[in-house]
């Protein structure tokens, strides 16, 4: 077998690092799919007859109100963009354990403001936690890396990957069952529901934390590309690019903190001007759009259409869920054909099912839903609008965002395998998918759904070409380096 092999203690990190991660993003994830219709409700439908409400001393009209949840989100995935150039110092500073803890702490005090929001403090809390963010992806990323061999890599993301998307159905049953048993006449969140939900929540955020403490530090990494005969990103551009020559020539036990800092940020903005990494960019960038859009749009929108009951947001979440544990798992079955025919293919699937999925929206769910609170019910060929073809569309949507992510985890993983690279690369793609689903938050609060698909599918496209030429690129190395190892045999 080819490179080190994994220990019981890699596997036993993998399992508790995922179990970890469902506890916390059950929590955070619902949170994030439906916070901008609980914030909206909680400062005007449920609570004003005069088209404003009062929030301690400040004035909100029932449109603000109506922004509040993608304003906030917007400003988390932006301090998560910033912060994630931080996180990888932080990470090289202060191990990916001690991160990890600290960075999912803030994720749970957002929670808790939200249990009674205070304008104000939404925001500051936002950007709180938008900064611990990248450090738990960074952290997060580096404990997979550490803890996979090159040929289970494919394997580890997608097991990974389906423990922490499962949080997402337990989170949407969760709402739906407070939501239909606190029903409100006028469709929207009372006060009395938005404390239980947000009170559960906070709950299994901290049961999240708690878990995180019983990942062990790992007596090895296992990949090695030097052990493992592993070619990271590009032949040349570690092992031959004078750029990131020097990464190899320090010792990071003999430096200095703030030299392994330094050396850990510089390592990310080098590595951001490598070829390979500069395709995988626009794979990144699609990633972070689509998440803006499923995991916040997509929720709202059924929300604020009025033919569709409120507890309908939950059983989305179901199913975006769904969707995202059955491909993680059924790409976790077949990764011996993905290692055969290439993760581009897959990708090449994902790409293909968002653009149905995309199609199916546009057909069935009118324009203003994104922004209209309680507006039109007809879709472009749909009418009124099909709840049953939205939730086929949750269970899409999340299908192909879980081939998008974990197909870049992998090809990372494969790529970039050491300790010294593995934070960088991991840092830059939550910096470019954050930015952009910052940017998509943005957009939301202005921009109608056929803008908002069409920025989708040039995305997409964009995204799953550029990560083919990185896949072809590395298949190519690989079979040229196996090549000269037969021949010198």
Known sequence: MEGMTMTKKNWTNIVVLGIGFFFLFTAFQTTG???????????????????????GGIEISSSFANKIGYISLC???????????????????????????????????????????????????????????????????????????????????????????????????????????????????SHTTNYITFGVLLALGIAGILVLF???????????SD???????????????????GSREHDIVKETRTHAAINALANAVKLL???????????????????????????????NMKAFNTYNIGIA???VGIGEMVAGALFGILVKFTNRFGRDVVVLLGMLIHFATFLLIFFNMPD????????????????????????????????????????????????YPTDDLSAPAIALFKF????????????????????????????????TLSFAVVEWKHNRMSHNRMSRMSAHN
């Open 33 to 55: 799919f439906v916070q901008t219709f609980t914030i909206k409700s909680f400062f005007s439908n449920c609570s004003n007859v005069n088209g404003s409400v009062r929030d």
């Open 75 to 189: 400003i988390i995935y932006t301090f998560a963009a910033i912060g994630g150039w931080a996180s990888v110092s932080i990470v090289a500073v202060f191990g990916p354990k001690i991160c990890l803890i600290v960075s999912g702490s803030l994720y749970v005090l957002y929670i808790a403001i939200l249990i009674r929001p205070y304008l104000p403090i939404i925001f500051i809390g936002a950007a709180v936690l938008g900064a611990g963010a990248g450090v738990l992806w960074t952290a997060q990323g580096q404990i997979m890396i550490q803890n996979s061999s090159k040929e289970r890599m494919g394997t580890t993301s997608n097991i990974f990957w389906l423990m922490l998307q499962s949080s997402l159905p337990i989170g949407g049953m969760i709402f739906f069952a407070i939501t239909k048993i606190n029903s409100n006449a006028n469709g929207c969140i």
């Open 214 to 224: 019983f990942i062990q530090k790992s007596s090895q990494t296992a990949v090695s």
């Open 227 to 245: 052990k493992a005969g592993v070619n990271n990103d590009d032949d040349e551009t570690i092992a031959t690019n004078p750029l990131l020559v």
């Open 273 to 303: 001007f490598t070829f390979n990494m500069g395709c995988l960019c626009f794979t990144f960038i699609y990633t972070g759009y689509e998440l803006n859009f499923w995991s916040g749009v997509f929720g709202t929108m059924i929300g």
């Open 317 to 319: 979440a179901v199913f």
């Open 368 to 415: 203003s839903a994104i922004i209209n609170d309680k507006g039109d019910n007809k879709g472009y060929l749909f009418s009124p609008s099909n709840i049953y073809l939205v939730h086929l569309c949750a269970f899409l949507l999340g299908f192909g965002d879980s081939i998008f992510n974990t197909q870049v985890y992998s090809l990372i993983g494969v790529l």
């Open 432 to 463: 470019f998918q954050s930015l952009t689903a910052a940017v998509g938050f943005l957009t939301s609060s202005f921009l109608v759904l056929k803008w908002q698909l069409l920025i989708l599918t040039v995305l997409a496209t964009t995204g």
